[in-house]
């Protein structure tokens, strides 16, 4: 679970804290064979040029930092926007499966309402963003919505996506799918070896049966 975000840095040590408590935990969650997204890297190449400014150029401190905090603060609501489209992807996979049967139905009741909770809560956090803080010392508003949602993401990861008998449904899945192609294959070669008047009328009455 993340640390709650801290008020908005003032000098360069603050920044830092805020980079490697919150940004640098996020932002390991998404990198996959050591390669960041690339919006995540955009933001965070464009952080660290501003901050480079104070010493490059004699930029004062606090304006580095507020420049700086702003890609810092975007990177982060891109990552949690990515890990919102992972689970997307992880959902739509799991829904192609036959997984009725995990936990007496249980799973499928649950992962749904989670998905259906990490929608609605992304919707709203996304309407936050950009509004700011009623109180500049308190928390970051759209990040205090988001964390539940990305909290959602990794639960749909570790408690669905990698449930124990996902192994047993993908391999019925695959049964189930060659047998279709195969029944399919097979009526229609024979369709159009019978003649396609015919081979039609056979492969209708044959796909009620297996209805």
Request: charged residues 30%; glycine residues 4%; hydrophobic residues 40%.
């Given at each position: 679970?993340?640390?709650a ?5 003032s000098?360069?040590?603050e920044?830092?804290?805020f980079y ?14 050591n390669?960041l997204p ?6 965070l190449n464009?952080a660290?040029d501003h901050?480079?400014r104070?010493?490059t150029y ?7 930092v507020r420049?700086?905090?702003g890609?810092l603060k975007r990177s982060c609501?891109?990552?949690f926007?990515?890990s919102?489209?992972?689970?997307r992807?992880?959902f ?7 997984t009725?049967d995990?936990d007496n139905?249980e ?11 990490i ?7 996304r ?6 803080n ?10 205090d919505a988001?964390?539940p949602?990305y ?11 990698h449930?124990?008998a996902l192994?047993?449904s993908?391999?019925r899945?695959?049964?189930k799918y060659?047998?279709?192609t195969?029944?399919?294959?097979a009526?229609t070669?024979?369709?159009s070896?019978?003649?396609?008047e015919?081979g039609?009328e ?5 796909k009620?049966l297996?209805?």
């Amino acid at each position: 679970m993340l640390p709650a975000p801290p008020k908005e840095p003032s000098n360069i040590a603050e920044l830092f804290a805020f980079y490697h408590d919150y940004v640098k935990v996020l932002y390991s969650a998404v990198q996959t064979e050591n390669a960041l997204p690339q919006e995540v890297l955009f933001e965070l190449n464009a952080a660290f040029d501003h901050l480079s400014r104070h010493w490059t150029y004699g930029e004062l401190e606090d304006k580095v930092v507020r420049k700086c905090y702003g890609h810092l603060k975007r990177s982060c609501l891109d990552i949690f926007k990515i890990s919102v489209r992972e689970a997307r992807k992880k959902f739509d996979e799991l829904r192609k499966l036959d997984t009725s049967d995990i936990d007496n139905g249980e799973y499928d009741r649950k992962l749904l309402a989670l998905f259906a909770e990490i929608r609605s809560g992304a919707t709203a956090a996304r309407k936050l963003e950009g509004n700011g803080n009623a109180d500049p010392d308190g928390p970051i508003k759209a990040f205090d919505a988001w964390q539940p949602v990305y909290a959602n993401c990794l639960r749909l990861e570790t408690e669905f996506y990698h449930h124990a008998a996902l192994d047993w449904s993908k391999r019925r899945w695959v049964k189930k799918y060659w047998k279709s192609t195969l029944i399919t294959v097979a009526l229609t070669f024979f369709a159009s070896y019978i003649g396609r008047e015919f081979g039609s009328e056979i492969f209708r009455w044959f796909k009620q049966l297996l209805a």
